[in-house]
C-alpha cells in the first residue's frame, strides 16, 4: 500500500488559518535556526533567551529595536507601494543613500540656521533624489520596456559607490583622522531625539507615512488604481489607467520615501555621512514588505520584528561570539519559512491512500 | 482582484461610487450585489477573489460589468468560448436582450450554430475578404457557410444552387 498527495485549491481562506500561519512560521523558522545553531555548538534556547533579552529586556533594548525599526518602516512602506503595483523596486538601498547624500548636501550648501527651515530643505532634497534616483528606472521600464528589477539593482550600486566618492573625496572631514567621513552636522540640522535614548523624530513621520499609505491603498482612488494596475495591467489599461506615467509616479514616490529614511538616519541618527552608513536596510525592507504582505500597518509591526531581531543578532555576537552572518541567517529563514508558509493559504495537501484511488 | 473591485472598473470614478478622490466601499458592494442579483452570479461573497470563479461566472460578472452602463455599439467576440450550456444560453440570451434595447451588436465567432441563432445579419470573412453578406442566416443551411468560409464567394455559391 503507497500514500500519494494530492494539492487542491483552497476555495475559501479561513479566518483561523490567516491568524496563526505567521506564527506557526516563525516557530518553524526558529526550530530550523536551532538546528543551525547547534551545528555552531551554541545552545539555541540560551541563544534565543539572550536575544529575546537584550532586544525587549530593559528599555534600552527596547529603544534600540525602535532606532532599528525607523528606516525600516520607512524603506518598508517604499517597497510596499512599489510591489502593490508589481514594479519591482529592489532599489531602496540606492534611493536611501542618494536620500542621504542629498542631506548632506543640503547641510553643506543651502545652511540655514534654523531647525525648522533646515529639516523642511533636507526632507524635500532627500525626497526628490531619493525618488529622481527611482524614477531613472521607472522612465526606462515605462519608455523601453527595461526591466526595472535590473536597473533599480544597478542603480544601487552606482549610488553607494557616487555617496562613497563624495566621502573619501571632496566632502571629507579634515579632522576625522582619516576616517571615511563627513564633518559632524551643525545642531540646526538634526533631527532631535528623545531624551536619554537614540530615538529620533524620524519616527513620527515613518508612523506618519504607514498611516497614509494605509489609508491611500484602502480609500482613495489612487490606492485602486495602483491595485488593478499590480494585479493586471492589461484590465488597467482598459479602465483607463495612464499605466505608464503611474509606473514613474510610483517609482518616484517610492524612492522618495526611501530616500527620506536615508534622511533620518543621517539626520536623526548618525549626525553624518559616513563610509557605508547603511548597507543592508534597503534590502530587509523588501523582506519586511513581504511578510506583512505589502499592508503599511502590518509593516509598521514586521520592522518592529526585524528591528528587534537585529539588536538581539548583536547580542548573539557578544554573549555567544557568533558572526553577524549568524543573524543574517536567521533572517533568511523566518523568511523562508514565511513565504513558504504562503503556500498554505492558498492550497490544501490531502494525503490519500493508495488502496482509496 | 476580488468581485467588487472588478465590477467597479469601468465606473470606479464616478459618483456615487467616488465621491472625489475616495471610494465608497459600501456603495461598490451594493453595486456589486446589484449586479450578482441581475446577472446570477456565483459567487459566495462580494469580497472573493475573481481569480477563482469559474468561467461561467467570471463571464457574467464582465458581461454585468460592460452591459450595465447601456452601450449603444457591442462587439462580442467569442462570447460563449468554453462555457457550460447553462451559461451559453444565458450570455445568448442577453446579447438578444441588448439588441432588442436597440443596441448595435457585433458578434465575432468561429460557433457556426451560434452565429445563425443569434444574427440579423451575416458577413463571412475569409482570409481578410467578405465573402458576402446573408441577410436571413435563419434560412442559410451550414454547408453554404463552410463554403463560404473555405472562400467561395456567396454570389458564385448561388449560381450553382440555382
Redesign the interface.
Known sequence: MSIYFRINKRTSSSWLLSVFLPFISVLLALIGGSIFLAFLKVSPIQAYRGMFQTAFGDWYGISETIVKAIPLILSGIAVTLAFKATVWNIGAAGQIFLGALATTAAVRYFYVDNRGIMLVIMFLFAGIAGGGWAAIAGYLKARWNVNETITTLMLNYIAIHLADYFIYGPWKDPDSLGFPMTAPFPEAARLPQFAGTRIHYGLFIAIFFAILFWFIFRYTRWGYEIRVIGENPKAAQYAGIYYLRYIVLIMFISGAIAGIAGMGEVSGLQGRLQHGFTAEFGFTAIIVAWLARLNPISVMLVSFLIGALQVGGESLQILMRLPIASTLVLQGLILFFVLGGEFFRNYRIRFIRGDER | ?MVD?NAI??K??KNPI?KR???N?REVARYAHHLIRKYYIAV?HVRYPVK?LSGGNLQKLMLGRELSDSPQVIIAMHPTWGLDVAATKFVREQILKERDRGASVLLISEDIEELIALSDRLAVICKGEIMGVIDKPQEVTPEVLGLMMAGTPLKNIQKVSA
Do not use: G, R
Request: hydrophobic share 55%.
Open positions: 482582484m473591485e472598473l469601468k470606479y470614478w467616488a478622490s475616495l471610494i466601499w459566495p477563482n
